[in-house]
């Protein structure tokens, strides 16, 4: 899964500088650890909400590449028609995937407040990055998340840059997982993908066991810049960025650890990478090749079961009919 992650963002790289893909694209490669550990440690009939570097966690929520892919495009084909594009893909159980920074994190907490309501054993994963750590809204739902014991897992992406703004900048601490004060903090090495599975399993047991909240830091790293727009070296040095993938790379990591301990041979890893290659191509051109979707269709889906009726476009004289 990893891999494939990796390939689908050097896709999304390559149809981008293509000018196939527009608008704003956050990359997450370096990052797959995080992605792909965190869904290892919790149940499919959990919950998971993130900001706008979302194109890993939306594929292990159980999307297709070819869905991902022909979203960036703007496609019918996409997971959101379309329409939503880099910042905002959803699956079951996976609510995007949001642009506005750290305002996903008290829709987080209103998720767990949900699984609490209901009854159910679940929990939400509630993510967002270091940049966002100091949002005002945040502590204002660890405060609730607290109060209410809700069982949710806040987890802050540490990839040492918000923006073009390293951590030690723009944080007087930068020990986030001690943020909570109140609420237990794990620090965790978002590079290993074990580390990340391993320490998800236990914030996980402690949640549904009805103790409340706990946090999460993974320190991790971002290889491509903030956006595709921001080239990524004019905050940080190239020999900074090559040396995390020479020494801590996720992928290489896991490889060199499963071939020493004779879990997989060297080819075997090779095939892998020859399959999810040819994965990425076929979704890649199913991407370029697919419809986009037709202006008529602009108003729809604004809400999931309801009769049809209109929307008023740029002006009052354009209407558009939206249907469920």
């Not at 995080?34 to 499919?44: H, S």
């Not at 905050?235 to 992928?251: A, F, G, L, M, N």
């Amino acid at each position: 899964m990893m891999q494939t992650v990796r390939r689908m963002e050097l896709k999304a790289d390559q149809l981008y500088k293509q000018k196939i893909i527009r608008g704003f694209c956050h990359l997450c490669d370096g990052q797959e650890a995080c992605c792909v550990g965190l869904e290892a440690g919790i149940n499919p009939t959990d919950h998971l909400i993130t900001a706008y570097r979302a194109h890993g966690f939306t594929f292990t929520r159980g999307l297709s590449v070819r869905a991902i892919l022909a979203e960036l495009t703007g496609r019918r084909g996409g997971c959101a028609k379309g329409k939503g594009g880099s910042m905002h893909m959803y699956a079951k159980n996976f609510y995007g995937g949001n642009g506005i920074v750290g305002a996903q994190v008290p829709l987080g907490a209103g998720i767990a407040l949900a699984c609490k309501y209901n009854g159910k054993d679940e929990i939400c994963l509630t993510l967002y990055g270091d940049g966002a750590a100091n949002q005002g809204q945040i502590f204002e739902a660890y405060n609730m998340a607290a109060l209410w014991k809700l069982p949710c897992i806040f987890i802050c992406e540490n990839n040492r840059y918000g923006m073009g703004t390293s951590v030690e900048r723009a944080a007087a601490s930068t020990d986030y997982y001690k943020r909570g004060d109140f609420i237990p903090g794990l620090r965790v090495d978002g590079m290993d993908i074990l580390c990340v599975r391993e320490a998800t399993r236990f914030a996980a047991a402690y949640c549904r066991a009805g103790k409340g909240p706990i946090l999460m830091e993974l320190q991790t790293y971002r290889y491509h810049g903030h956006s595709m727009s921001d080239p990524g070296v004019s905050y940080r040095t190239r020999e900074e960025i090559q040396e995390v993938r020479s020494k801590s790379d996720p992928i290489m990591l896991l490889k060199d650890r499963m071939v020493n301990s004779n879990l997989a041979s060297v080819e075997e890893l090779k095939e892998i990478d020859v399959d999810v290659r040819k994965e990425i191509e076929d979704a890649a051109q199913f991407a370029t090749a697919d419809p986009e979707p037709p202006l008529e269709e602009l108003g729809y889906h604004i809400y999931c079961s309801d009769p049809p009726f209109e929307v008023r476009g740029a002006n009052q004289w354009i209407k558009f009919k939206s249907i469920s």
